[in-house]
């Protein structure tokens, strides 16, 4: 089902046959169209956009995303296209500006393909919540793709397109990166604009890139990092950032951290890539250093105390008022809210609206808010402590590979606790990055997570390059 797609390098070289070769991936988009990746392919403008840079590229414009065929998770705004979010309430919603990232990305030559599906309101770990059907993994369509950004992660992982983006709160492009076998970067908090990224939790959201490899993935990156006076939580001054990324050449200082290896939650064979992983890392001169960061227990239970807190009152402005479905047999103001919200939001959404009100109510603030708040800045602090004395943190990216359809549905407590190694990195705003290491005894992919200290990208993404040129052959 994985098909072959040129390189952006490749396309380069001939940059004529760029047209050629996104009507392809939109005729591929549509013959695996069981996958349910794709929410919207954007047929007309993608094609008009590969004439244009084509072009400019035959004429020897240099443009640093010149042949690279992109999809965006549909929570990201592109002018003029449908913004759902996974969910009935936007209804017919068409954005009436880009993302910065978008802007940033267009104007570097990538061509936008296609938006994505995804866990609604990017509520989920796997999928399965978005209000137009479930997501299925390439590797074995019964099982899940991961997400929330389980239909970005597929179509990079399918050979759709050369790279996408999805949004992270607590994991949702690292899980699903590991679980369909490439590569997928959180960058640190404030690295990217959110401006036109639908929040979830404002202070966890970022804009995050899907890629085959960790190159492809840091010229991305590149290019939609940086300030933006639309987002006032992005860094006022640009961190330098070098035009080519290259395996780290110097011997580094890894943390392992014990709890992690010897987790309860973990399968066999993630704990077998692991162990193989920190093995070679070893015999290539790099120092392996244990650690034990006792408060990184407590990060599921402070991710969902926070993040639906902060998404009972982002998600408040959908109301059928303004825009999107308004239930018709509503007949006052009060009924407006209550019947559209009912049948607008899935269960998901619902249940974190309703534990977000519980936990911010009067008197519950700072018996769970505050002290979650409390909790988190704790995290933070251990895992900002630990990146001085060690170059990265070395973890699996998830405790199992790609799990069934409908297995944990009834089980939303099961389903959270598939991104106990991710929330750290979301809690603390540092950088992390998924690259896959090898697949287990049913072929399914097993990835292996990294973290470095804030604004550390480059050093993040060497090192995910090492890794790519040490695991075992597939």
């Not at 969910?87 to 940033?104: N, P, Q, V």
């Not at 890139?209 to 840091?218: E, G, H, I, T, V």
């Not at 580094?252 to 951290?257: A, F, K, P, Q, T």
Request: one cysteine or more.
């Amino acid at each position: 089902m994985l098909q072959r797609l040129p390189s952006p390098s490749e396309i380069r070289q001939n940059p004529r046959r760029l047209p050629n070769i996104v009507s392809k991936s939109l005729a591929t988009a549509r013959e695996l169209g069981t996958l349910g990746a794709f929410l919207t392919l954007l047929d007309e403008r993608a094609l008009q956009s590969s004439v244009e840079v084509s072009e400019k590229l035959a004429n020897g414009e240099h443009l640093p995303l010149g042949g690279f065929i992109v999809a965006v998770k549909d929570n990201i705004s592109v002018k003029g296209v449908p913004l759902t979010c996974g969910s009935r309430i936007l209804g017919k919603h068409l954005s009436t500006f880009s993302a910065t990232a978008i802007e940033r990305l267009e104007a570097a030559g990538a061509v936008v393909l296609a938006k994505t599906n995804l866990d609604e309101f990017a509520m989920g770990s796997s999928n399965e919540n978005s209000a137009f059907g479930p997501v299925s993994n390439p590797f074995d369509p019964s099982r899940v793709p991961g997400g929330s950004s389980g239909g970005s992660a597929v179509a990079v992982s399918a050979g759709i397109c050369h790279v996408s983006l999805g949004s992270e709160t607590g994991g949702s492009v690292r899980q699903p990166a590991s679980f369909c076998g490439i590569c997928g970067l959180k960058p640190t908090y404030g690295r990217v604009s959110r401006y036109g990224l639908v929040a979830f939790g404002s202070s966890l959201d970022q804009i995050s890139p899907f890629a085959r490899n960790c190159s492809d993935l840091y010229d991305v990156f590149r290019v939609i990092a940086g300030a933006d006076p639309r987002d006032a939580t992005t860094k006022n001054t640009d961190v330098p950032i070098t035009k080519e990324l290259s395996e780290t050449k110097r011997k580094l200082r890894i943390g392992v951290i014990r709890d992690f290896v010897e987790h309860d939650a973990l399968e066999l064979e993630v704990v077998s890539s692991l162990r193989d992983c920190i093995s070679r890392l070893t015999a290539n001169g790099h120092e392996i250093i244990e650690l034990q960061l006792p408060s990184l227990g407590y990060s599921i239970p402070v991710y969902y105390i926070v993040a639906p807190a902060e998404a009972s009152s982002n998600l408040a402005r959908f109301d059928g008022v303004r825009y999107g479905y308004r239930h018709p047999e509503a007949t006052d103001l009060a009924s407006v809210y209550d019947l559209t919200r009912e049948c607008g939001f899935g269960a998901e959404v619902r249940r974190r609206i309703m534990l977000g009100t519980y936990v911010l109510s009067s008197g519950f603030y700072d018996s769970y808010y505050m002290t979650a708040l409390r909790v988190r800045a704790k995290i933070a602090k251990e895992l900002s402590h630990a990146l001085q004395s060690v170059d990265v943190l070395l973890t699996p990216t998830t405790p199992t590979t790609a799990f069934y359809q409908g297995e944990k549905l009834d089980d939303p407590l099961s389903m959270y606790l598939s991104d106990i190694f991710t929330v750290p990195a979301s809690l603390a705003g540092i950088p992390a990055v998924s690259v896959p290491w090898s697949k287990d005894g049913k072929g399914l992919p097993i990835g292996i997570q990294l973290m470095a200290n804030y604004f550390c990208e480059e050093l993040l993404l060497s090192t995910g390059k090492l890794i790519e040129s040490i695991r075992p052959k597939q």
